[in-house]
């Protein structure tokens, strides 16, 4: 059954509730998502970073030196799962917001171009409840191409290295179990990282019926963005950049746990959600399907 033929009860009287179609609307767009090839080679390739990190020290002669290279590496060998916290660091700047651009410049874009979305409005779906389901989609992608690099690491970690206490920022040692809880943490915080390019990948997916050119363009967004963040002559700017609190994850390696970056970010993000949100709909509302 179609996404369109799913939704197609609401027209006909069910007493099925608002809530309960998008919830349909949504599995079926989830089905569609993870049922394609191309999602899961991202996240196995996102899985492959801290892989390949990973066997990288444990066949390199001698012990990686401190303070270089990408943030923890050193660390890895005391601990396996500094493997997807080191992933985590390389794959954020840059591999995750591609595969996240891909995810979201095709939300809307990519029916278009296949002829998919007029019939998904004639169900009735309606286009509010379709951005809401095409966003919602998108996150979760989120949540599972982090996870993809945490679980990753944790996994070629936990064969090739020990587990033992892992050292924080602060000096103290926590066991394994904390140790992978943090770095759950960690994955989380990187979700919410990804929430507000995914709300801008939306906006421009809702823009032209051609999913390769707003892919490109979010992720040279993103490209862009850190650019600016790195020059000292722009400082004022920075806060408003929605990469600017993106590496801030380090924080939750400390004893306790700063939650001033993991909230700062949070509010940053939701809003470019809410921002790039309403730019999608003023846009989508508007927008001849037909044309």
Not at 25 to 50: D, H, I
Not at 157 to 175: E, N
Request: proline share 5%; with cysteine; net charge neutral.
């Amino acid at each position: 059954m179609s996404r369109a033929e799913e939704a197609l009860p609401a027209s006909r009287g069910t007493a099925a509730s608002p809530a309960a179609h998008t919830a349909r609307l949504l599995g079926s767009e989830l089905r569609v998502l993870f049922g394609r090839w191309r999602t899961w080679t991202m996240l196995a390739a996102l899985a492959a970073v801290p892989v390949l990190i990973g066997l990288a020290v444990k066949f390199a002669p001698g012990r990686p030196p401190s303070g270089r290279g990408p943030a923890f590496l050193d660390q890895i060998t005391d601990n396996g799962l500094f493997a997807g916290v080191v992933g985590l660091v390389v794959c954020t700047p840059l591999f995750l917001p591609l595969t996240v651009s891909v995810v979201s410049g095709d939300a809307v874009a990519g029916e278009a171009s296949l002829g998919t979305l007029r019939y998904l409005l004639v169900a009735p779906v309606g286009r509010v409840r379709l951005l809401v389901v095409k966003y919602l989609s998108a996150a979760v992608f989120c949540a599972a191409a982090a996870l993809a690099v945490v679980l990753g690491g944790a996994l070629i970690g936990a064969l090739l290295f020990p587990l033992g206490q892992a050292t924080l920022l602060s000096g103290a040692q926590v066991g394994a179990a904390e140790a992978f809880g943090r770095l759950l943490l960690m994955a989380a915080y990187v979700t919410v990282s990804l929430l507000g390019l995914a709300a801008i990948g939306l906006f421009a997916s809702t823009l032209t019926s051609v999913p390769v050119g707003t892919m490109a363009a979010t992720a040279v967004l993103a490209v862009v963005s850190q650019i600016l963040g790195a020059l000292d002559q722009l400082e004022w700017l920075h806060p408003w950049l929605f990469t600017d609190q993106w590496l801030g994850l380090a924080d939750l390696l400390r004893e306790p746990i700063s939650w001033d970056s993991f909230g700062q970010n949070a509010w940053l993000q939701a809003g470019y959600v809410a921002l790039f949100g309403a730019l999608a709909y003023g846009r989508f509302a508007t927008k001849d399907i037909l044309a």
